[in-house]
Nanobody
């Protein structure tokens, strides 16, 4: 009933930028906090950034000053602007959200997207 779809990944050189998007669809009433996670090859998935429904943000230390998380509540969409990319930023980026939706009543679900690949070459 609720789906998250990421887009915007690709292959870039170190120092370049990418902008990821995460769009939520379905019978959505509202979305709580949304976040970005990433998983490098052979590594565990790690948290990257979070944004609350009020727009408060948090970042992991390694991306502070380079990445900016934002959201458009009217469009149920979240973004991640990634500048000054480094090879260590390479990985599959996933979005996550806590969603209130309609399904014979109001229900809550934590949803994950399918991921978008970001590759940064040196």
């Amino acid at each position: 009933q609720v789906r998250l779809v990421e887009s915007g990944g690709g292959l870039v050189q170190a120092g370049e930028s990418l902008r990821l998007s995460c769009s939520a669809s379905g019978s959505i009433f509202s979305i709580n906090a949304m976040g970005w996670y990433r998983q490098a090859p052979g590594e565990q998935r790690e948290w990257v950034a979070t944004i609350t429904s009020a727009g408060n943000t948090k970042y992991r230390d390694s991306v502070k000053g380079r990445f900016t998380i934002s959201r458009d509540n009217a469009k149920n969409t979240m973004y991640l602007q990634m500048n000054s990319l480094k090879p260590e930023d390479t990985g599959v980026y996933y979005c996550n959200a806590g969603v209130w939706y309609s399904d014979l009543g109001v229900r809550y679900l934590e949803v994950w997207g399918q991921g978008t690949l970001v590759t940064v070459s040196s």
